[in-house]
């Protein structure tokens, strides 16, 4: 019988940088069963022996940092460079992971209360099993990682799923990590089209699906799931905003507004792409934006468009948006497959689709807004709330902001400076997904809190869960409350 293979392509010259299998509903049915012992295997292992693991596999991915860099950079387009900033990256999170996971989950004893006086409380964070990662190709290891190395570091065992556009990276990364845990699959990966991700997430006997990518496509995953009640941690991609407020350090924000629309090709679900500026500086700042923008260039600062498809909706967002909007860079003419060139436009109306969905392109819409607040307010409306930026050169004024800011998280004077922070958690509400990745909350949502209370002795006159139980002992729990709870303060 023959396997059925798809190919990877290098987006900026069509070369097969490499041929997978399209994995069948049997292999991914094997490999989950693979997963699942060797789940009970590596949860089985003292904390310290999984922890000495997890930093040599972070040792082993950074020895193989420049050759990992060199196929992101075959199977997205994406410079070397930022092939190897994302993959830094991802390791700075196994190393937190894998150093933090026995603080943040191990045994600890909380306090009973005055009732549970005669108890002993305990509270720690046990594995689920298999984790399923279904991940996107726009950071192929960054974005992945973010649930695969907390998943294994809570004591999980991981299948992974890559994207159809990026599978070799998927596939390295799990070699890697056999060179660091040779006795189990603890970390597998299956290669396939999104049909391969659907048999991932409908396998009962996968506990959690962790999924990137879009909104439309986390809704199915979601409902495959809801099957057999499995929970899901979605990251689904924002519309993110960026505020310059009126006391910013203009040519600061400027750089950074740029950096964060435009490197990836835009292709970063937690990039810049509606920028509200404050009345006061809007001219100063657009003329350090257009200055600046002059010497950016597609196919040398950033790569090409990596998902040939995008190229449609980033026309189309383009074309309506210049209609009633004014060009400051580019416009219609910046899209030339497989490379778009740096698109700014002016006032394009709030509900035009270059400001309401997401555009995987080096495309922003700017806006003048009367003050901060109306910028905030503009930033809000959207479904929506993955990330966003602040800049201002007032630190409480920016932190007021960047709480109300309808986000999972908000850079200030800064660009996506959250992501390289590992005990921050990642991830959006509304129609950015929900769930975390990174730090504390990250490693929780792969684990399962376990509660236990252990009967020290027996309370004295007071056995309230026993049918033996009698007025008086009413009475003194009532005479307890009272005094514990009873008292009103005003
Ligand atoms: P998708 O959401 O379709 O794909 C994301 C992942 O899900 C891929 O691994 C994909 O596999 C897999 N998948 C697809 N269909 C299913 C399914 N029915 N069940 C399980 N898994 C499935 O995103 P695209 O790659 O098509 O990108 C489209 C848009 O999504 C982008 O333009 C962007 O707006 C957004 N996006 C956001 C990302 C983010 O970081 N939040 C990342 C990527 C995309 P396969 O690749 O094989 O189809």
Redesign the pocket.
Known sequence: MTTLTFDSLNPATGEVVGSHPKQSADAVREAVGRAEQAATWWAGLAPTERRRRLLDYKAVLTQHLKELSGLVHDETGKPVGDATLEIVLAITHLDWAARNAVKVLGRRRVSTGMIGLNLAATLEYLPLGVVGV??????PVF?PMGSIAYALAAGNAVVF?????TPGVGVRLAELFAESVPEQPVFQTVT???????L??KDPRVKKVA????????K??MA?CAENLTPIVA????KDAFIVDADADLKAAADACLWGAMSNAG???VGVERVYVVDAVYETFMRELSDRVATVKAGEDYGPIT?P??LD?IRRHIDDATKSGKVVTGGPDSVRAPYVDPVIIEDVPEDSPAVRE???GPTITVRRTRDAQQALELANASAYG?AGTIFSGNARRAMELARLMRTGMTAVNSVISFAGVPALPFGGIGDS?FGRIHGADGLREFARPKAISRQRFAMPGMNLTSFSRGPADLERLIRLVTFLHGRRKR
């Open positions: 279904i991940g996107p190709w726009n950071y974005t799923k890559p994207s159809e556009l396939g089209l999104g049909e391969t991700g659907a991932l997430a999924f990137t990518g879009s909104t439309a496509t986390a199915r995953v495959a990251e689904c991609g924002g292709q970063t679900c998902m498809g995008q909706i997401e555009t995987f993955l997904g």
